[in-house]
């Protein structure tokens, strides 16, 4: 399993655009408890960078909130990075448009959500070796890898395909589940690969933080007797590695501002 790893600390410039993190909201407490131990970890991370969170729904403050705070403080230009895992409905139409109504003297550049990338493979791993799994049980594991679920093609062909590269770094088997709009669920995912023999199983939820539908990934890894169930991404120092990523690639010459 991955080592443990340490986030390297690298001041930001003076004039770095602040850095907007925009995260989904929920009604659960511990889904922005974890969204503000990430930004904790990212501002850690480059010091003398302004870092702030928003969010779409439930929590506060809202992204307009954060737009208009910023705006009121002389703030010119930022970038927002979505707390998403792959591109579906919530990057390609909601975070736009709530970008667009940002105050008109604030020029805002989305960047690209989170993944596909390595560094989640490697927090991934870093979530079931907290769990406790050894470096050795990797080739006798069936891995399941659970996702929140999106009716966007383009969405859960990046979780399939993420699932098939997985697989070839010495796993026995790696199987995308879902906990809403596609099957199959954690359940029959680990229900399946015991059928096929796998002699151990490990859910690994492929989500940010704690809420309904993680609470629905471990219902569903508990039901099916799976023989580990690692924690959410959460504040995982290759997230926030990810993210400066990120807020760096937004800030190249060829940078995407918000389409009008």
Known sequence: ????????????????????????????PRH???????????????????????????????????????????????VALPLLLTRAFHAKSDIPAVLREAPARLRVTQGEVLGPSPLLTAALERRLAEAGLRPGDRSSTGV?????GSTDPEASAVIAEIAREWRHTGWCAVRPAFASALLPRTE????????????????????LAPGFLPDRIAGGA????????????????????????????ALLPARRLIPA
């Open 144 to 148: 399941v890898l659970a996702s929140a």
């Open 188 to 207: 029959d995912a680990v229900r399946a690969l015991r059928a096929e023999g796998v002699r151990r199983i490990a859910v690994a939820p492929y989500v």
């Open 222 to 249: 508990r039901e099916a007797g799976a023989d580990l169930l690692a924690p959410v991404l959460g504040a995982a120092p290759e997230v926030a590695e990810l993210l400066l990523r990120r807020y760096d690639e």
């Open 32 to 78: 922005a408890a974890t969204v503000r131990a990430l930004t904790r970890r990212v501002r850690a991370a480059r010091p003398g960078l302004r870092v702030v969170t928003g969010f779409l729904d439930f929590c506060a403050p809202s992204v307009p909130q954060v737009l208009e705070r910023l705006a009121a403080d002389g703030v010119r230009e930022a």
């Open 1 to 28: 399993m991955r080592p443990a790893a340490r986030l390297r600390s690298v001041p930001a410039p003076r004039d770095a655009p602040p850095l907007l993190l925009i995260a989904h909201g929920s009604r659960d």
